[in-house]
Structures are given as structure tokens and as C-alpha cells.
């Protein structure tokens, strides 16, 4: 649910990426037999591993081109669909959820605060939201910097004031802080947050990955996951 002035790309299927942070979702709320939805779906790379576990699971994104990679994967299950929608305006009648994803995706959206209206809409009393957002004390700007080349390597770009931030990055960063007011302000309960460190998909080369992710797992549990690359958030409606 890209639909903002940078869209992204989404995860390629089998990267790490995805276990780690459905494993660091899953720690926080279990969807084992929900009725899923998954807003911003990409490629559907999250959605199907999603679908393993949930009773049934619909993704929705904006750009068809990457629910075109989705229809074709081989051997999606009946209880799985997807449909073309913005985050603003889902498909969806009231309180048909148990459980709302929206992963690495609220930084793209128009409207954040509609969005996330729209989400807790479509959940039932008592449903849980399931987020990861982009972390602003990550060392480095995932998205990049718009006119800059290469300002993915720059580092501390986004540690940048946030009205410079917002007038240069691609893409919004959060603090806990933030992501608490935001989620606050639209009427989210219960709201849980916690980091995770980055999982070096795109590290090259390859050889270094697994080195990397050792270390990587390791902060993950000491106070220095607080520079993760994501926020890793629950709240319930």
C-alpha cells in the first residue's frame, strides 16, 4: 500500500526478512486461526507466510504490478486472496478482522491517520494491529534521500530534524514515541513497542550475511536494539 510520493519495493520472496519480523510479530500477539487482513501486501512475500498459520488471510495493495507477482505464485491456498485498494479505503465492511498487519508500509501511505482509521474500522473489539515501521535512530536512511544518489550510505542522514527529514527523505521514520502518539491520536489501546535489528538481506557480499545476522541476533537482545532497522509494534482496538 504504496501510495505515497515513494512507493517502494517490496521483500523478495524468501528472504530472511520476513521470518524475522513475522517472528518478532508473532512474539507479540498470535494469529494461529485469525481472519487476517494484510494492508500494503506487496508481492504478497509476507502475506503468504501469514496465510500458513491464519484461518484466512486477504492482502491489499495499490500498485497491480506487485499483485500481479502475488496471483502468480504456485499453489496459493483457498484461504488466502488479495485485492487492488488503497490503505485509506479498504474493501472491507466493519469488524470483519481479528488481526490487522501493516508491515513496512505506514511510511508510504498519503495519509497515515486514515489509514490507520481504516484499520482499526475493519478490526472487531478487541483486535490487534500488528506493525513494523521504519526506526529513525537506524543509523542509516533505508529509503534514501529524494535528488541524492547513493544517501543510503550516508550516515545519520536519518537522524536529521524531522521538518528536514520530512522534506528530503523518501519515506517517514518513526520513534517509538511518535508511532505511540500517532496510534494514540487514532484511538488505538494497549500499544506495545519494541526494535529489531536489521536482517542484511541486501548485504554483499553474500558471504558476510550470516556474520552479520550472528551479530544482528545478538543485539537484538541488549539495549542496542534500539537502533534497529524496525519498529516492532502491537495495538489493540
Known amino acids: ?57 486477504w492482502g491489499v495493495d495499490i500498485d497491480r504490478r506487485w499483485l500481479y507477482e502475488f496471483f502468480g505464485q504456485p499453489c496459493i491456498a483457498p484461504s488466502i486472496g488479495a485485492a487492488q485498494a488503497e490503505s485509506e479505503r479498504l474493501p472491507f465492511g466493519d469488524a470483519v478482522f481479528d488481526v490487522v498487519f501493516c508491515i513496512e508500509t505506514l511510511e508510504h501511505v498519503a495519509h497515515e491517520r486514515i489509514t490507520l482509521c481504516e484499520m482499526r474500522r475493519v478490526l472487531r473489539d478487541g483486535g490487534t494491529l500488528l506493525l513494523t515501521a521504519p526506526n529513525k535512530w537506524f543509523p542509516f536512511e533505508t529509503h534514501g534521500l529524494r535528488g541524492i544518489p547513493h544517501s543510503y550510505f550516508i550516515p ?59 551479530i544482528a541476533n545478538t543485539l537484538d537482545r541488549t539495549p542496542l536494539r534500539r537502533f534497529g532497522v524496525s519498529l516492532i509494534v502491537a495495538a489493540t482496538k
Open 156 to 214: 545519520f542522514a536519518s537522524w536529521l530534524p524531522e521538518p528536514l527529514h520530512r522534506r528530503y527523505a523518501s519515506a517517514r521514520t518513526y520513534t517509538a514515541r511518535s508511532i505511540r502518539r500517532v496510534l494514540e491520536e487514532t484511538g488505538w489501546r494497549a500499544i506495545r513497542v519494541d526494535w529489531m535489528m536489521p536482517p542484511f538481506d541486501m548485504l554483499r557480499p553474500r558471504e558476510l550475511q550470516p556474520l552479520f545476522r550472528a
Open 1 to 57: 500500500m504504496r501510495n505515497a510520493v515513494y512507493r517502494g519495493q517490496p521483500i523478495r520472496y524468501g528472504y530472511t526478512g520476513i521470518e524475522k519480523r513475522l517472528a518478532a510479530l508473532q512474539a507479540m500477539h498470535s494469529w494461529q486461526g485469525a481472519r487476517a487482513l494484510d494492508v500494503g501486501c506487496g508481492n504478497g512475500a509476507y502475506t503468504l507466510e501469514i496465510g500458513r498459520v491464519a484461518a484466512l488471510v
